[in-house]
Nanobody, 122 residues
Framework: QVQLVESGGGLVQAGGSLRLSCAAS????????MGWFRQAPGKEREFVAA????????LYADSVKGRFTISRDNSKNTVFLQMNSLKPDDTAVYYC???????????????WGQGTQVTVSS
């Protein structure tokens, strides 16, 4: 089992950047394929990005492709989501998730963090 804790959210102006972190405890994050999701008010949770257990394969939602980058630091058991060129539509609670599989995927995931709020002002 793995526990996930997100951090790094906040308020940023449109066009700005934020880097979210997801710290994993328990089993190491390298044992899991990892993903990021988000949920805006009144909307369903949606897939943002994911990579494989090895980190070599990545998958992105079309809405963030070219602006967001997912990465990991296995020495720190941490996964990151670098978000550039942020738009007001990116405003949401962002969640980190893990699945005991090899390949990146938009779901399903077995373990979830508590989320971190990202607000992009226009």
């Amino acid at each position: 089992q793995v526990q996930l804790v997100e951090s790094g959210g906040g308020l940023v102006q449109a066009g700005g950047s934020l880097r979210l972190s997801c710290a994993a405890s328990g089993r190491t994050s390298s044992s899991y394929a990892m993903g990021w999701f988000r949920q805006a008010p009144g909307k369903e949770r949606e897939f943002v990005a994911a990579f494989s257990r090895t980190g070599f394969s990545q998958l992105y939602a079309d809405s963030v492709k070219g602006r967001f980058t997912i990465s990991r630091d296995n020495s720190k058991n941490t996964v990151f989501l670098q978000m550039n060129s942020l738009k007001p539509d990116d405003t949401a609670v962002y969640y980190c998730a893990a699945r005991p599989k090899t390949t990146p995927s938009s779901g399903p995931y077995d373990y979830w963090g508590q989320g971190t709020q990202v607000t992009v002002s226009s």
